[in-house]
């Protein structure tokens, strides 16, 4: 999960040291999914299709379980970064994925 706040700088005649501001944050989520034929290429909702027509998707990042008090990060975005790769070693199709973040992430709990 990542939260980038951008920072502007700039520096003024009367002084020495440099000014800052912040700029709007560029939030992700990424990772890797061990995916299927049918997870992936699912007509309309398979990962493929959700990213190849930008479809906003909404999504939890669960910390420690989905109990009662569990922790989880949630928001809306839009799935990039698809992979699939498969090897000798690991005879499983692997995906990375990125969700780029629209908007903010909001941290809850169950």
Partial sequence: MGNAVGIFNWTQLDTFSQK???TPASNSVSGNLVVDDT???????GLFDLSNNATLIYFRVY???????????????YLTNLAPSVSPTAPIWVT??????DGNLTSSSV
């Fill in 96 to 101: 990375p994925f990125t969700i780029n973040v």
């Fill in 39 to 45: 997870q992936f290429f699912a007509s309309g909702t």
């Fill in 20 to 22: 800052a501001v912040p």
């Fill in 63 to 77: 910390f420690n379980g989905r109990g009662s008090g569990a922790k989880y990060v949630s928001g809306q975005g």
